[in-house]
């Protein structure tokens, strides 16, 4: 459905819903939109990012098909929230990313992996490439600890000027006030919102997924897949920390700081986001949206290879296959680093904001 059609859907939704409130202790989107009388796009798009999917509203919802209302909440948000993902893009060329977003993403992956593998081959013969090594510095022997902090490092901040860019484009159009003179009690309740999936708990009986029973499997699953990613990025801050001001370099022994930390956030790497694949396929085809299939497939793809890589690499850096298994690990961060302004991982960000909004509301600040 065109952005145009999708935006009047959900307009259309509002209303109705303004005047039956039927769902208003459901989660945050309700309440959010008692505050309006008209939606502009801002609105809507607000709305749309505060919206978890849990699919409450659509099983309690007595104007769902075959009624002529035809009331589905979850799937118009879905939909326009895609679309707001692509409208605030960053650099704006790079919004068609969005599109075929498997396509993009799995052709980042390749040429990055390819990148990696040659680079190590082309500049290190056969034996060393192929050799046992496991000692402390035997990464950087394959390639230079600042050429690795040069690219990563790039990479990284191109990502976050990339993702800050797009939010400051939804800040715009959402009208919320300067990010910087925020409300600190706002601040917080929004960072507890983020961090519990409050909104995702269909106001207290769970997640609708499969069936018509609600359940809390997503959230938990949601919850390993995103406390196991800020782990992984705690174990670099460590390393990088061990490195410059310990003069420790990688790898390092099993029960190090950034290996304990690396094995416990890369296992909850593998079953969270394995868990919402099979949550995603378990789903019910009204509560789908097929739009943002390809976009989930590579978002949890990427995830996944992530933290199989690197555990791989952990398991076999003493072993002749650590050269191999290094560059296949560094083309997967790399690609998940440059393609992240342009995949599923936005939507974490624009919730947030969208939820830091809500809280601003909440407190009559906005
Ligand atoms: S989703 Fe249905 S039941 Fe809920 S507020 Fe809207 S119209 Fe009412
Ligand atoms: S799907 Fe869940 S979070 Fe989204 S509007 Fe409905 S009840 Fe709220």
Redesign the pocket.
């Known amino acids: 459905m065109p952005e145009a059609n999708n935006l009047r859907e959900a307009e259309r939704?509002?209303t109705?819903?303004?005047?039956?409130?039927?769902?208003?202790g459901?989660c945050a989107v309700?309440p959010a939109m008692e505050r309006r009388r008209v939606f502009a796009t801002g609105d809507l798009t607000y709305l749309a990012n505060l919206c978890h999917s849990c699919g409450a509203?659509?099983d309690?919802?007595?104007?769902?098909p075959p009624h002529e209302?035809a009331?589905n909440?979850p799937r118009a948000m879905s939909n326009l929230r895609r679309e707001s993902w692509e409208r605030y893009a960053w650099p704006a060329p790079f919004a068609v990313l969005f599109r075929r977003n498997f396509t993009a993403v799995a052709t980042a992956l390749a040429l990055c992996i390819a990148g990696f593998l040659i680079g190590l081959s082309a500049t290190h013969p056969a034996a060393m490439l192929l050799r046992a090594d496991g000692l402390p510095g035997a990464f950087y022997r394959l390639m230079p600890h600042a050429a690795m902090a040069l690219l990563f490092g790039g990479a990284t901040l191109f990502a976050l000027l990339a993702l800050a860019m797009g939010v400051r484009h939804f800040w715009q159009s959402v009208n919320l006030a300067d990010p910087l003179n925020v409300d600190a009690a706002a601040l917080l309740q929004a960072i507890k919102d983020t961090g519990s999936l409050r909104y995702l708990g269909g106001g207290g009986a769970g997640c609708y997924n499969e069936s018509e029973q609600p359940g809390d499997t997503r959230r938990l699953f949601h919850h390993l897949t995103f406390y196991g990613f800020l782990l992984c990025f705690a174990a670099t801050l460590v390393a990088t920390l061990y490195h410059y001001l310990l003069g420790r370099e990688a790898p390092y022994a099993w029960y190090d700081l950034p290996v304990l930390l690396g094995t416990t956030g890369g296992t909850g790497l593998i079953i969270g986001p394995a868990g919402l694949a099979i949550a995603r396929h378990r789903r019910r085809g009204e509560l789908k949206d097929a739009g943002q299939s390809g976009m989930d497939s590579a978002f949890i793809l990427m995830l996944l290879l992530t933290s199989l890589t690197g555990l791989a690499l952990l398991l076999l850096r003493a072993t002749p296959a650590m050269g191999v298994v290094l560059a296949l690990h560094l083309g997967v961060v790399f690609a998940l680093l440059v393609t992240m302004p342009y995949s599923r991982f936005v939507h974490g960000i624009y919730r947030f904001a969208a939820l830091l909004r809500y809280a601003l509301e909440r407190r009559n600040l906005h």
């Open positions: 939704l509002m109705i819903c303004n005047s039956c409130r039927y769902c208003e459901l309700f509203c659509y309690n919802c007595q104007f769902t209302f009331v909440v």
